[in-house]
């Protein structure tokens, strides 16, 4: 049962961001909504990072490396290509996990630096809902935003 229901809420955790990620593109990588805040390359960058990231915590091994957790944006998401790759990549990864965690072990806790502890269900939700955050703010950014 939970297998199910975590690949339901992957599934549209990835149909509802897949709306702005569709609508990313090189040409609008460095808008931003303000001279301050980050680009939309930066924040599309930043979402697939941390998918790979936090899947550390799930025992997956990743290779990439943090440009944009606590930095500021000097223009690590200009390549659409990789960011791109880093968020497929990163979804890929988080139906990895679903396939691999049985069902007893998602009440599992698990120790994070950000979060303290927690189980994998409530890190894997809030992987879920950072993207999502995100992804409203790249929306309103290329919607309202400028290059």
Known sequence: MSKSIFQDLLHQNQVSCGYTFKK???????MRLTPEAASVGFMYRHIGEIMHLMSQFFGIPTEVKNSTMGFQDEGQGNNMGENQQLVEEGYAILQKIIDLTADDKWAELVETPFFGTLSKTRLFSHILYHNAYHAGQIALTLKRGEL
């Open 24 to 30: 990313i593109s090189s040409e609008n990588l460095s």
